[in-house]
Structure formats: C-alpha cells, structure tokens
C-alpha cells in the first residue's frame, strides 16, 4: 500500500514538474513580452557573438532568457546570419519574431528629406533636427573636411553637391558616412552622356552646379526652369551680370527686409557687383534644375521678373522689363525679386536700343 502511494506521490511529482518546465519554457519562449512605450533600442554591433547579442536583449527586456534565446536562434539555423544595427523593439513579440528581425536585418532607421535648393547650413540643420549629428559637426565637415578636401571641393566644399534627396540612416550614422551618402547620390548622376553636355558646353561641375543652384532658386515653376536657365546663358554670353537676388542673399543672415537690401551689399556672390558666375553654387540643386542648365531654352529674354504667384514676366529688353517690374509693383506683388530689377547700367542700355521697335 505504502509502495503505491510512492509511486503515485513520484507519478504526481513527475507531472508537476513536467507542467512547471513547460510553462517555464512557454513563458521564456514563446510568451510575448510586455509592450514598452518608448520602444527599446539594442545596438548590435559587427562581430558581436550569440552570446554577447541575447544578452544585450536580455538586459534590455526584449528577451526574458538569453540562454533560451541563444539556443532558439541556434536550433533554427538563424544564429549565423544575425545582423548589425540599431534595432527598435516596441515588445509584445515572442524569441523567434524578435531572432527573425535580427536575421532579415528590420534594424531601426531615421530618415530625413533634404528639399531642393537648400544650402548646407540648411542641411546641416535638418540633419540636426533628425537627431543624427549636431548641425556645427555637419556643416564644419561639408564645408573643409577631410572627405570634401579629398574630392578636391574645397575652399568652397560640398555646397551644391548634397543631393536633395529622401535619406535612411541608422541613428549612429557617423558625419561622414552621411556625407558620404549624399555626395555618392550626386555623382551617381555625373552619367556619360552628362559629361559630355558639359563638355559640349565648355562647362566644369562646379560651374554646372552653380548654374543650376540659381535656376533652383530663382524658378518656382516647373516649366519655367529651362528658360530662366536660358536667360542667364544669355546674359553670361553677352557679359551683361546676372543679377540674381538669390546671389546676393547667399547666406544672408537677417530679417526679411535686410535680406532686400543684400542687393545693395559687395559680396563675392553678389552679381549685380561683376559680370560672370559667383564663385560657386548658392544652393543644392535637385536634377530637374541640373538639366535645365544642361539643357538651355533657346530664347532670346534677356529679364525677367517674378509675379506674387511665383511665375515671371520674361523680357527681351530694359525697356520691356522696366514696365514689367512697374506692373507686379502695381499689383501689389511688393518688391519685385528678377534678374536685373535695377535700372541704370549702360551695357543694359544698349540691349534695350535694339528692342525698342517691338
């Protein structure tokens, strides 16, 4: 009787442990974890083990159990193939969804939009808001670091070479390695058949770039890109001076009115002061403004002037664009933003002589 009570209490012993280690495993396997608000980051790096990878989770509370974590990734073939990153774990996810992320690589990444026509201390500041690098840290590289002096860009650096475009970086991205990337998606573009129209052109990258930032800033209409590149092929031909606002207001820091008044100021980059391109792009075109100063309208304005909506009044004389410029005024556009807004320059003055019978 005392036998059968043994093996019965040993039988009962044996069940419960059995349901202990089952739960035990379901719990440690297969139980999702809790959600967390924030999610939590765990930053895997290259060459770290198994072991160093399921202990940083566990510490992290993605995993309940490394050595669970360890095994599973190792039963199931996965254990090899785990991937760097900067992972996000939001929980309420079980050992083999969190093993399988590592292994598909679904590492976290911050993305950041770069518009066109932005110039780099813009850029830099974007950068900063994504919470990638500190703005000075990104702007002092792009302007004289090591990789802008190793591709040739200085003095001036990388300012029309940042390609606008829509960027993932992972959130330890170094400064140069998205430098890197940003340089590396503009000369992507640099295809053969470009650098042949810029040879067909007699024109450097830089001065391509150049050209193109001032149609990006001056043209906010789509269609009106090639002309205005147009115009100031023209005037570069005649060796009339651009005079662009945007030129002038090149890093001009101030109010709205001191901008204005930029115009009025001797800079390198004011071309209403020299015949000529400034020394190099005020802006980081995007590739609808790049093919506009590849590709000129053939036209024969020489001015043009921009209305409150954003499109121009082109003209092809002083005269003409003189009575444009009085009409936005009229309109109540307020100061007119155009290529040669100003009035008393005796090259200008010619130009208009021949147009006066029209």
Same mark, same amino acid.
């Given at each position: ?10 039988? *009962? ?38 072991r160093t ?11 309940? *159990? ?13 254990? =090899? ?44 500041? $974007? ?9 000075i840290d990104?702007?002092?590289? =792009? ?5 802008? !002096? ?12 940042? /390609? ?9 991205? $170094?400064?140069?390695?998205?430098? =890197?990337?940003?340089?590396? $998606? /503009?000369?992507?573009? &640099?295809?053969? $058949?470009? @650098? @042949?129209?810029?040879f067909k ?7 391509? &770039?150049? &050209?193109?930032?001032?149609? @990006? ?35 001009? @820091?101030? *109010? ?87 009035? =008393? ?10 147009? !006066?019978?029209?």
């Amino acid at each position: 009787m005392l036998k059968r009570a043994l093996k019965s209490i040993l039988a *009962s012993a044996v069940i419960v442990s059995l349901l202990m280690t089952a739960g035990s495993f379901y719990y440690l396997w297969l139980a999702p974890t809790p959600a967390f608000n924030p999610p939590r980051v765990v930053s895997i790096k290259k060459g770290d083990t198994v072991r160093t990878i399921t202990e940083r989770l566990q510490d992290a509370g993605v995993v309940r *159990s490394a050595f669970i974590a360890r095994v599973y990734a190792r039963l199931s073939g996965q254990a =090899a193939r785990l991937q760097p990153g900067d992972y996000a774990f939001k929980g309420d996810e079980r050992v083999p969804d969190i093993i399988r992320h590592l292994a598909n690589g679904d590492f976290m990444v911050v993305t950041v939009t770069i518009p066109e026509g932005l110039t780099v201390y813009q850029i830099a500041g $974007r950068i900063e808001q994504a919470g990638l690098a500190c703005a000075i840290d990104f702007e002092r590289a =792009a302007r004289d670091g090591p990789l802008v !002096r190793a591709l040739g860009l200085a003095p001036l650096g990388a300012e029309g070479y940042l /390609f606008p475009a829509t960027y993932s970086f992972p959130p330890s991205a $170094r400064v140069g390695t998205i430098l =890197a990337t940003m340089l590396e $998606r /503009f000369f992507e573009i &640099l295809t053969p $058949r470009v @650098e @042949e129209r810029m040879f067909k052109l007699g024109l450097t990258e830089q001065e391509l &770039l150049t &050209l193109a930032s001032i149609v @990006e800033k001056e043209a906010k209409l789509a269609q009106e890109r090639s002309l205005i590149a147009g115009v100031l092929y023209n005037r570069l031909r005649l060796n009339m001076p651009l005079q662009s606002d945007p030129t002038a207001q090149y890093n001009y @820091e101030g *109010s709205s009115d001191s901008a204005l008044q930029a115009v009025h100021t001797p800079s390198a980059f004011n071309t209403y002061d020299f015949v000529g391109l400034p020394p190099g792009p005020i802006a980081n075109p995007g590739l609808a403004s790049i093919m506009a100063a590849l590709y000129p309208a053939q036209t024969d304005y020489l001015y043009f002037v921009a209305r409150d909506d954003g499109s121009h009044i082109f003209s092809r004389s002083l005269a003409k664009h003189n009575r444009a410029v009085a009409l936005v005024r009229k309109r109540g556009a307020g100061p007119a933003r155009s290529a040669a807004t100003v009035l =008393a320059r005796p090259a200008e003055q010619d130009s208009d002589a021949s147009d !006066r019978s029209n």
